[in-house]
């Protein structure tokens, strides 16, 4: 079973399993389904979580997908894999015309500690949030992807980079959810 809005970190799913007397909540699928394979089986093997609930099915993507307007994807950059979760669209160049709703994250390792980048646009701004342990650490707010990561001091990527925002699929993903306000404006 997966859990929404477990906690404070409510964009961050949590997987429920049990067995027997055994009952908890873990961060991932292949966590959850090796736990209760472990209970059962009183083995060690780590199972797929993905493969487990029948996520790498074609036929049974297809019927989780029934009326899904947005699927979450990934995009790389560098030694970065960044979580798009949120698109939105604007006519603001210099978020390289995402908008309200747009929502990424990425995982980076400081001197073995992970930090999550949570990054959001909002209607005037754009925010980071750094995650430490799971935990708010700090939050930024400025009013360009790229004011907001410079304020971070991280110099390798652009903001926009860093949000996913220069990404060819985010922006072809930007570019469907402009049209198809538009055309609701219509």
């Not at 409510?10 to 209970?39: H, M, N, Q």
């Not at 199972?47 to 609930?53: H, N, R, V």
Request: proline content about 3%; hydrophobic content about 35%; some cysteine.
């Amino acid at each position: 079973m997966v859990i929404i809005n477990y906690s404070e970190n409510s964009f961050l799913p949590r997987f429920y399993c049990e067995s027997g007397s055994c009952s908890s909540i873990k961060p991932d699928p292949t966590t959850a389904i090796s736990t209760v394979y472990k209970e059962i089986f009183n083995t060690q093997t780590r199972y797929s979580g993905f493969l487990a609930l029948g996520w790498t099915d074609e036929s049974i993507i297809e019927q989780l997908l029934t009326d899904v307007s947005f699927v979450p994807i990934f995009s790389s950059l560098g030694e970065y894999k960044i979580f798009v979760s949120g698109i939105g669209s604007s006519s603001n160049a210099e978020w390289n015309h995402g908008g309200p709703g747009y929502k990424s994250s990425l995982f980076r390792n400081v001197n073995g500690t992970s930090i999550l980048y949570f990054s959001t646009i909002e209607d005037d701004f754009c925010a980071v949030e750094v995650h430490k342990d799971f935990e708010i650490k700090n939050r930024i707010e400025g009013s360009s992807p790229n004011e907001v990561w410079q304020k971070l001091n991280i110099q390798k990527y652009t903001g926009v980079q860093l949000f996913g925002l220069d990404d060819s699929d985010v922006q072809s993903l930007i570019r469907q959810h402009h049209d198809a306000c538009r055309y609701k404006l219509a």
